[in-house]
């Protein structure tokens, strides 16, 4: 986490609140931990997923597709045919 931090409000639901305090008193964290690694998470999950559609979109564009053979394997290793 950067060094730098500054404060912030937002509105959420009372019945999220008492989710994140109780997570918080079990794992004897704060509440403010619990939500900077909820943002962390967060971030980091939809920048890996937005990286993943970005590549797929560039495979569709240049016409990168699995083969129909390619396809029938994977179900076949998997047991979906």
């Known amino acids: ?5 500054i404060a912030t409000t937002f ?3 009372k019945d999220k609140i008492d989710k994140i305090d109780s997570l918080a008193a079990t794992t004897k964290r704060s509440r403010n931990w619990i939500l900077n690694e909820a943002v962390t998470n967060y971030i980091s999950y939809n920048n ?5 559609v ?8 240049n016409k990168n597709f ?3 053979e ?3 394997n994977i179900f076949k290793k ?4």
């Open 1 to 5: 986490m950067s060094s730098s931090t």
């Open 66 to 68: 699995a083969t129909p």
């Open 70 to 72: 390619e396809v029938d």
């Open 48 to 52: 890996y997923f937005l990286n993943e």
């Open 54 to 61: 970005e590549k797929g979109l560039q495979d569709a564009n």
């Open 11 to 13: 509105r959420i639901e």
């Open 78 to 81: 998997y047991g979906a045919r």
